[in-house]
Structures are given as structure tokens and as C-alpha cells.
């Protein structure tokens, strides 16, 4: 290749690799500003649930093998190897006095490699289960990870608005002052407030860039790597997909630990099943031609078969096998109080948080606004004194921030609700 032919191949590759990595960079920077973004991210990149996912395929490739006879045995044995001692010993088959060759099968009772292969199977689901379980438990992070930054940066901006309007405040009570119908300390309070303010700005900072920290972790990201800020919440689900029966019911069938819980309480079921075929004999036959110099002559025929009769060992393991069963049982029901649980304790609490946001929404927060524009409107007249201008801006902030609590708390809610359910409502 000539050196000018190589040197466009290379900016031909340069090229290339920069627009790929534009692409990426491209791609990520509007990273973070819906939560489907996140999620797809992670379901792509997150290391933990392709863990899962990989041995989920493992466990389901175990399915075959184990319903599958072993291998076959050969043995081959050279009898007489020096010929009633007229020739050197030799290991060549045809000069030898006989060459036995036995070929063996072990053949399990009837039934245990079909229970085998369903205890495979069973183990299989229990491992798609805990892939389920891994995806929904990170969905669920990440989904309240979102929340809390969107209600971290919301409040952010309200600080920073209460913040102007402090600042615009500030600039009427100087003039008041200046002109001898307000006092100083009007000005000072002002000046007092915005300090505050600008010191929960900086806390509300640091934990908006703690929750981005998070976030890149749950995506396998450097912690320290840009994401686009929030640009809105989901959309609450309506009431009729909230009933609680219907949820209890679809829990019932899709949540992923039950369904774990119930392949595991299967596979107890046929282990015992196997454990107490444990009283049968397993075979092995096998087929055995015979040598002599070159030519094949004889043919044995051979059936082996081990003797149950340890039989206190094995009322032994069939008492754990039922054990574990019972534990297995168990552990369902457990698994099924404890999740429906949750379930209720979710629903309430995602109702009271959407009724506090609806009361601020309706009623507080506008009533708060009357309030802070009828006392500005009477400082500026001189009918009211500056405390109470202060205290009706904070009571319409904190109506603002309840408002943004309550969405953000109905969001966790929702997102406890769809892990517990096992899917997104």
C-alpha cells in the first residue's frame, strides 16, 4: 500500500472515530432529562443486572444436561499379556492372549432423569425470577433517584426566584427608608433573609449533585459525568389502575420474588419426588466383545445394579427433602404477607400524597399568593410593616414547597408500587 493510500486511511479512521464519539457525546448529553432515558441506559449498561441476566442463561442451559444419560464407559482389558510365558509381554491386541473390551451405559430408574431435568427447569425460573427482581430493584432506584433531583432542582429554582423577589423587597424597603417612612431594620431583615437563601442554595447544591452521583453509579457512569437536569415527572396513573384488588391480583401472578418463591417451592416438590425414588436401584448394562489374535469371537453381556440398603440414611434424606419443602412453603408465604403489605402501605401513602398535593395546588398555594400580594400592597401604602410582607413571602414558599414534596413523594410511591408489582402501571 502506498504511503499516500495509508495516510487517507488513517483520517479516513480518525474520521470515523470522531463522529462515533460526537455521536456518543451527542447521545449522553440529553441524558438524565426524562427518566426513559435513564432507564434504557441502564438496562443496556448496568453491570449488576447483566450479571443476573447471564446467569439466568446459565441456569437455563443446565436444563438439558441434566436430564441427559452420562457418558459411556469403555474399558479394555489385555489378558495374558506374555502367552503362558513364550513372548515378551506386549500391549499390541492382537498379540496378546485375549483383548476384553467392555462398553458400559449407567441408566437411572425409571423417572429420575425426568425429574431432574424439571428440577432443572424450575431452577432456571428461579433464576429469570432473581433477573426480574435485580431489574425491578434498579428501576426502582433509579426511578427515585430521578424524583428526589427533580424536587432538589425545582426547589432550587424557587430558591432562586424567592431569592429576586427578596432582592426586589430589599430595593423598597431602601427607598422607603430614604425616604423616612420605613425603618432600617427593613432593610437589614431583607439582607438577612437573602444570606439564608444563598445558604440553602449551597446545601440544595450539594445534594443535587450527590443524586447525580447516584444516578451515574446506577448507570456505570464516572460519578462525576454530566447529566441533563429533570424536565418532568410521569404522569400519575388513574385511580381505576390503583384499585387495590386488581393490584393484589397482579402481584399475585407478576411480582418477582413470588414467582422466585413459588419455582423454588416447586422444585422442593420434585426433589423430594427424586429423593424418594432414591429407594429404587439405578442400573448399568453393558456390552463386551472378546479378542483373540485378530478376530472378535466371544460376546458377554453384563447388568449392574447398586443395593439400596442403607435405608437409615435414606429415611434421613428423605426427612430433609420434606423439610426443605416445608421451609420452602414457608418462605412463600412469607414472601406473599410481606409484599402485599407493602402493596397497602404504598397505596395509602401514594393517596395521602396525592390529596397534600391537590390541597397545596387548589388552596394553599393560591391563598398564600392573596396574602403576599395584599401585604406588599400595604407596606407600599405604610398600612402594614415589613414582618408581615416577610411572613406572608414565606408562607407562599412553603406552599410552593409542600406542592413539590407531595409530587415528589407520590412518585416514590409509585415507583415502591411498581416494584412490588414487577412492571411499570
Not at 37 to 46: D, G, I, M, Y
Not at 187 to 193: C, D, N
Not at 291 to 298: C, I, K, M, N, P
Not at 327 to 343: I, M, N
Request: glycine share 6%.
Amino acid at each position: 500500500m502506498s504511503t499516500s493510500m495509508k495516510s487517507r486511511t488513517h483520517w479516513l479512521r480518525a474520521l470515523l472515530l470522531g463522529a462515533l464519539s460526537l455521536g456518543a457525546h451527542a447521545q449522553d448529553a440529553g441524558l438524565g432529562s426524562s427518566l426513559e432515558s435513564l432507564l434504557e441506559h441502564a438496562r443496556a449498561r448496568n453491570p449488576e443486572y447483566a450479571a443476573m441476566r447471564h446467569e439466568a442463561e446459565a441456569a437455563a442451559e443446565r436444563v438439558e444436561p441434566a436430564g441427559a444419560l452420562p457418558d459411556p464407559r469403555l474399558r479394555t482389558e489385555l489378558r495374558d499379556i506374555t502367552r503362558m510365558g513364550e513372548q515378551s509381554p506386549t500391549l499390541a491386541p492382537g498379540r496378546v492372549g485375549s483383548t476384553r473390551y467392555l462398553v458400559m451405559q449407567d441408566v437411572p430408574w425409571l423417572g429420575k432423569r425426568e425429574l431432574k431435568r424439571e428440577i432443572a427447569e424450575l431452577e432456571a425460573r428461579d433464576a429469570e425470577g432473581r433477573a426480574s427482581g435485580s431489574w425491578v430493584d434498579l428501576a426502582t432506584r433509579i426511578k427515585a433517584a430521578y424524583a428526589q433531583l427533580h424536587y432538589v432542582y425545582r426547589n432550587e429554582q424557587l430558591t432562586r426566584e424567592t431569592l429576586d423577589l427578596m432582592t426586589r423587597l430589599e430595593k423598597t424597603a431602601q427607598v422607603r427608608y430614604a425616604g423616612g417612612v420605613a425603618a432600617q431594620q427593613d432593610v437589614i431583615r431583607a439582607q438577612v433573609e437573602q444570606t439564608g437563601m444563598r445558604g440553602e442554595l449551597l446545601g440544595l447544591e450539594n445534594e443535587r449533585r450527590q443524586l447525580q452521583a447516584r444516578l451515574n453509579t446506577l448507570l456505570a457512569r464516572p460519578g462525576i459525568a454530566p447529566l441533563a437536569m429533570p424536565e418532568r415527572l410521569r404522569v400519575m396513573p388513574p385511580p381505576a389502575r390503583l384499585e387495590p384488588a386488581v393490584l393484589e391480583e397482579r402481584v399475585r401472578a407478576r411480582n418477582p420474588l413470588l414467582f422466585a418463591e413459588e419455582a423454588r417451592v416447586n422444585a422442593a416438590e420434585k426433589s423430594r419426588a427424586l429423593t424418594y425414588k432414591n429407594r429404587y436401584p439405578d442400573f448399568t448394562v453393558g456390552v463386551s466383545p472378546i479378542q483373540y489374535q485378530s478376530a472378535l469371537r466371544e460376546w458377554e453381556l453384563m447388568v449392574e445394579l447398586n443395593l439400596p440398603l442403607q435405608q437409615g440414611s435414606r429415611r434421613a434424606q428423605e426427612r430433609e427433602s420434606e423439610a426443605m419443602l416445608s421451609a420452602a412453603r414457608a418462605r412463600r408465604d412469607a414472601t406473599t404477607h410481606q409484599v402485599l403489605g407493602e402493596l397497602a402501605e404504598n397505596l395509602s401513602a401514594l393517596d395521602a400524597a396525592l390529596r397534600s398535593e391537590t390541597l397545596a395546588s387548589t388552596s394553599l398555594q393560591p391563598q398564600a399568593e392573596l396574602t403576599f400580594k395584599a401585604a406588599l400592597a400595604g407596606y407600599e401604602n405604610g398600612r402594614l410593616d415589613f414582618a408581615t410582607v416577610l411572613d406572608a413571602q414565606r408562607q407562599i414558599r412553603q406552599a410552593r414547597q409542600t406542592r413539590l414534596k407531595a409530587q415528589a413523594e407520590a412518585q416514590l410511591r409509585l415507583a415502591d408500587i411498581e416494584r412490588i408489582l414487577g412492571e411499570d402501571l
